[in-house]
């Protein structure tokens, strides 16, 4: 697997934030949850129409997908997504087109926000330094994007009591809020939750 590690975060720091320079403000669990379920919601999008390019091409290729994440075979799933034969994808004026300017920068946004949660957890990068040439809004949307699990609810499990506790997050685009809804045993709820 290839060391992403190298020069990653002098290339990265100005391209999380817009070449501001900084570097990448810290985010936390919550904010993580949210941003997934605002980039769930523009997936469901853009995987819609990037499927219309070639419907039996995209349903072979998930299909394959699918097996290896339903065995546990995280390794070969990731490999599977570098190396699949399936090269359809969306431009970036054509996710601009698809999503509308205004929505478009929210989708940015949230693929930022979860971007930089997964680098803090040492998880490689949605986005490295050739494709896009650094400037997120030249990113196409393909495969590695289409693929991409995002994971827009918590669930936590108490073995000894039986008891669990869930939060699932929904995003409206309508007034740009994410809601969530929470059920199980609210005692268990983790702190980092507001």
């Known amino acids: 697997m290839p060391d992403y590690s190298k020069n990653f975060l002098?290339?990265?720091t100005g391209f999380l934030n817009f070449d501001s320079g900084d570097k990448p403000t810290k985010v936390n669990q919550e904010?993580?949850?949210k941003a997934s379920a605002k980039l769930a919601y523009y997936k469901d999008k853009l995987n819609d129409k990037l499927k219309q390019k070639d419907p039996e091409a995209f349903k072979d290729y998930?299909?394959?997908l699918v097996e290896l994440r339903k065995?546990?075979?995280k390794e070969d799933a990731l490999k599977y997504v570098q190396e699949a034969p399936y090269e359809e994808y969306l431009s970036p004026?054509?996710?601009v087109k698809t999503l509308g300017k205004d929505q478009y920068d929210k989708y940015l946004q949230s693929l930022q926000t979860v971007n930089t949660y997964n680098v803090q957890q040492g998880q490689q990068p949605?986005?490295?330094t050739v494709e896009g040439e650094n400037d997120?809004?030249?990113l196409n949307y393909g495969r590695r994007f289409a693929s991409l699990m995002v994971t827009p609810s918590v669930s936590v499990y108490n073995k000894s009591s039986g008891k669990k506790y869930d939060r699932m997050y929904q995003y409206n685009p309508e007034?740009?809020?994410v809601s969530y809804v929470e059920s199980g045993d609210l005692n268990l709820k983790p702190s980092y939750l507001q």
């Open 10 to 12: 002098t290339s990265m």
């Open 31 to 33: 904010d993580y949850y």
């Open 62 to 64: 998930f299909k394959g």
């Open 71 to 73: 065995q546990g075979k």
């Open 93 to 95: 004026e054509e996710v």
């Open 126 to 128: 949605l986005y490295g």
């Open 136 to 138: 997120i809004q030249k």
């Open 175 to 177: 007034n740009d809020a």
